[in-house]
């Protein structure tokens, strides 16, 4: 195979500068995809005891109805041959139907339906809208650019923690909503450019030129993220799932799908979909539950919102390391006070509002900011795609299994022994990331993809 070259562009051809703002656009814009799946993961908390009662739910018709995933097993192979700009076109289309679904449906069935069409949408959105944002940020911004996705998802939650406050029992109203963003998230899109590295691959070097050009304020720095490119392609192997049995491939792999599954085991979803039961435990009524799960929603966008400033300034490996301990602390606080199978009395109640707000604040603020940056950022150019694709698939997988069985683990084990199990988790998540992951600030993706060829991979630091 001959190597691909890259033309030289002729000096007087430079284009004028450009500040950093188109980029910034393009990953407001994109974010919108977040903002969808951060509505439909927040709305079902509002809207899901109303459903049970419409519709007479018992916990598992609740846990079905909640579990909104698939999009994620097909995401890969669309982000690759459609592209990341139409996969997110698609994810946004797709949305919009099923939020009108949803808010017309007449049975239990018909509602299970929608939410599964709105969870193709979301998993597709979660996979393309962090990869797109990925490969057309430059390195020294890439950390706050994408996870501008995630603020946008905690800002989803906000939102739909806000209509659900405020319609009450409206539930068919509070699915509705969700058209809103899924019409300015296509709208958007449809005047952004696809991602320089897919052009790169289906298009060529002048395809993938002309979009570097709009974002990149250096003309130099666009020859050389294309000469990057030029030598990465040059690279031999496999493209699609059979190329990630590659051993090289491994560390990369174990990190990111393994952020993957603690993004989901370490209780953030269980928290968010439950918010209102398990202050219903603690003796608050209905709307003080709301209201309080409101201050939920405001904790983990603020959180993230911090994590967009410090993920490039400390790095990925040192916010998850300082962050994951006081998550471990506050999980292990609330088991305490649930411990006796009696709900908290008094000054207890409001120490599971605070640890509550904890959780949330250093979960949300380290795996929660992380995790769609982590798979973008570690896989190599011809397998990302597909790689992210897994790891997405290992988000929404695992986030089934915990929303299929929080309720029923609550039965089981309790409240306290449930908050027990999530302090456990929480903690190896810790040990996890002090093992297998990688500190990958500030270098661009071909450097980060020469290290994970050259073996030294963890030693990134």
């Known amino acids: 195979m001959s190597r691909t070259t890259v033309p030289t562009r002729p000096r007087a051809a430079h284009p004028s500068p450009t500040t950093g703002r188109s980029v910034v656009t393009i990953a407001v814009v994109s974010a919108l995809g977040g903002l969808l799946f951060g509505y439909d993961t927040g709305i079902i908390s509002g809207a899901l005891p109303t459903i049970a009662d419409d519709f007479s739910l018992g916990d598992g018709g609740q846990q079905i109805v909640t579990s909104a995933i698939i999009g994620a097993v097909l995401s890969g192979r669309i982000a690759e041959h459609l592209g990341r700009r139409k996969a997110v076109l698609w994810s946004a289309g797709i949305f919009g139907v099923g939020a009108l679904a949803a808010a017309v449906a007449p049975e239990t069935w018909t509602l299970c339906l929608a939410r599964l069409v709105l969870g193709l949408a979301v ?75 897919w052009l790169f691959t289906h298009r060529g070097p002048e395809a993938a030129r002309a979009v570097l050009d709009q974002v990149r304020s250096d003309p130099a720095a666009v020859d050389t993220e294309l000469s990057e490119l030029a030598a990465t392609a040059h690279e031999k192997g496999e493209r699609g799932l059979r190329a990630l049995r590659a051993r090289w ?57 911090l994590g967009i400033w410090l993920v490039d300034r400390i790095g990925r490996r040192k916010l998850l390391l300082v962050l994951l301990p006081g998550a471990v602390v506050c999980l292990a606080v609330m088991a305490a006070v649930f411990m006796g199978g009696h709900a908290p009395q008094g000054g207890a109640r409001w120490l599971v509002v605070a640890c509550i707000l904890g959780y949330i604040a250093c979960n949300g603020g380290s795996l929660s900011v992380v995790v769609w940056l982590a798979g973008p950022e570690m896989f190599p150019w011809k397998v990302r795609a597909v790689a992210v694709g897994v790891s997405t698939f290992a988000v929404w997988f695992v986030d089934l299994i915990v929303s299929l069985t929080t309720l029923s683990l609550t039965s089981a084990l309790g409240v306290s022994g449930t908050f027990w199990l999530f302090t456990l988790m929480n903690l190896l998540a810790f040990l996890f990331t002090f093992r297998y992951v990688p500190e990958t600030r500030g270098r661009s993706l071909e450097e980060i993809e020469g290290v994970l060829r050259s073996g030294t991979f963890r030693a990134m630091r």
């Open 123 to 197: 998993g597709l959105a979660s996979q393309a809208v962090p990869l797109y944002v990925a490969e057309i940020a430059p390195p020294a911004k890439r950390g706050g650019l994408v996870v501008a996705f995630q603020l946008a998802v905690t800002l989803g939650i906000l939102a739909a923690y806000l209509a659900g406050y405020a319609l009450d029992e409206n539930w068919r109203w509070m699915f509705g909503l969700g058209l809103v963003p899924a019409l300015v998230l296509l709208a958007g899109m449809a005047a952004l450019p696809e991602s320089p590295r």
């Open 249 to 305: 491939l491994r560390p990369a792999l174990i990190a990111g799908i393994g952020l993957a599954v603690a993004s989901q085991i370490t209780g953030i979803n269980a928290i968010i979909y439950y918010a209102p039961t398990i202050l219903g435990d603690s003796g608050f009524g209905r709307s003080s539950a709301m209201l309080t799960t409101v201050g939920v929603g405001v904790v983990n966008f603020l959180m993230v919102a």
